[in-house]
């Protein structure tokens, strides 16, 4: 914090004078006080507690996907945890949920001049795909770019054959339509599966897994790597076909593969809980300002990073305020959703369970974007809020970061869009891109975290103790302000 800009704004507020725009909105002298102790905390350099603690639950538990009794562990890990801090209230409540299994899986290609020439790829089946049988589907491999070459080619060419989605990552937004929505068009024009180039910009021939719209026929990820050797195997055999006298032709055979999934879709399997952690309001403890993360991953990794961090950094933003001499007029409540990752089960029990409260709800943010340098958040309210919002990032932030705040039409992140579009002002805690620094807002500002999610590289050593110390004021800060303006 630049102590002079504090000065001047603590200077105008004992004087009874709001003179710089800077210190508009209702905030007094006391809520600044206790901002400044919260920003105080990111010069702390001794305090790693948010990495080591998720690193302790990530190390004994290991992923948390929704329907495992790893889940619940680490729900239970949470919560004995709250329960140690006599000033939260801390509690669970049991969503049903559906529990996909993945099972035994796999992907073979056929290249006949290797020894052997079966060729294992590396693979992850798509969250909520069907399985396979035990004999797998084989079949040759068809690579499409668009949907619109894939409708091109149509069923004369598709039916009975394997599509390959093969774009290049451009965002996640651009790409992941393929892994959600690949499967049920290609059904259409008779395909028997589906195999999706993996959504990243890089890759040491690592798969991503992710959730994908229920279809008939069964669908992988595979690498960048093995998408790109597909697609050269296609366009070598394709190229034969019309010159059989090109140099090779007779050893250029077309990409078959064999996908053998035993995946299997478990419906309403049992209860599990969403974590909801209170630190109540000293004077309208019932409006309420949510901050939160989803305790869910994937079942590859150990989900620190999605969405561990986002998880852990409120909830340690929660205690950093607690610990104030001051409450904050209204109730800051943690959230870790359940099941973000494939039917937002979690979220969509909340809204349904609080309903009578909803109107209470004075904002809600989530951090489910990655935990690096703090840049700030993207807001879906009036643009009068967005405009105050982005007036005390700029007065409490400008030197640790996330002081941001930009406008967003749509609601901004998964496990907050019931609430966002109820009409709830609500905002997506973001950081800069972890390797180019570049702002989350730019197109390729966040392909650094798209290299990790939904792998088996999403482990603790992406994760920064001083970042995440960094990230819990800022979302400390943000949420101090809403509370208590
Ligand atoms: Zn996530």
């Keep these: 914090m630049k102590i002079s800009s504090v000065g001047i704004c603590l200077f105008s507020l004992f004087s009874g004078s709001l003179a710089t725009p800077l210190c508009t909105g209702s905030l007094n002298v006391e809520s600044v006080k206790m901002v400044h102790k919260i920003i105080q905390a990111a010069y702390n350099t001794n305090d790693t507690s948010t990495w080591d603690s998720l690193a302790e639950m990530t190390d004994l538990y290991g992923n948390r996907m929704t329907g495992t009794v790893q889940y619940d562990r680490s729900a239970e890990w949470v919560l004995r945890n709250a329960k140690s801090h006599p000033e939260l209230v801390a509690w669970g409540e049991d969503v049903s949920v559906d529990y996909w299994q993945r099972n035994e899986e796999s992907v073979e290609l056929y290249i006949p001049t290797r020894e052997p020439p079966v060729v294992k790829l590396n693979m992850l089946g798509l969250g909520l795909s069907v399985g396979t049988g035990p004999k797998g589907v084989e079949a040759n491999v068809i690579p499409v770019s668009t949907f619109e070459e894939l409708e091109q080619l ?236 982005a007036a005390y990032g700029k007065l409490f932030l400008s030197d640790i970061g996330g002081g941001n705040a930009t406008i967003t039409t749509t609601a901004p992140a998964v496990d907050i869009t019931p609430l966002c579009n109820y009409g709830i002002p609500c905002g997506s805690f973001e950081t800069l891109d972890i390797y180019t620094q570049k702002s989350p807002i730019l197109l390729q500002g966040k392909e650094g975290y798209f290299r990790f999610h939904h792998t088996d590289a999403d482990r603790m050593e992406i994760l920064d103790p001083r970042q995440l110390r960094h990230n819990v004021v800022a979302i400390a800060t943000w949420a101090y302000l809403l509370a208590d303006e």
């Design 154 to 389: 149509g069923n004369s060419t598709i039916a009975g054959n394997i599509v390959l989605f093969n774009a290049d990552f451009i965002s996640y937004s651009d790409n992941s339509k393929y892994r959600r929505l690949g499967a049920e068009n290609a059904q259409k024009y008779g395909a028997v599966g589906v195999l999706v180039q993996s959504i990243t910009g890089y890759s040491l021939n690592t798969p991503h897994t992710g959730s994908m719209t229920p279809s008939s026929i069964p669908a992988a990820a595979i690498t960048i790597e093995d998408s790109k050797l597909i697609t050269r195997m296609y366009n070598r055999h394709k190229a034969a076909k019309a010159d059989p006298k090109i140099p090779n032709a007779e050893l250029f055979v077309p990409p078959k593969v064999n996908i053998k999934m035993n995946a299997q879709n478990h419906l309403n399997y049992t209860r599990s809980p969403n974590i909801i952690i209170d630190l109540k309001g000293s004077e309208k403890p019932e409006e309420i300002v949510i901050i939160s993360g989803h305790l869910d991953s994937w079942d590859v990794g150990v989900g620190a990073m999605d969405d561990g961090g986002g998880a852990f950094c409120s909830y340690d933003a929660l205690k950093l305020i607690s610990k104030l001499p001051r409450r904050p007029k209204r109730t800051i409540r943690v959230l870790m959703w359940n099941n973000e990752e494939y039917t937002s089960k979690g979220a969509k029990s909340y809204f349904n369970t609080h309903k009578d409260e909803l109107d209470k709800h004075v904002f809600a943010m989530e951090s489910d974007i990655g935990n690096f340098e703090p840049w700030g958040m993207r807001v879906m309210a009036p643009q009068e809020q967005v405009n105050k919002l």
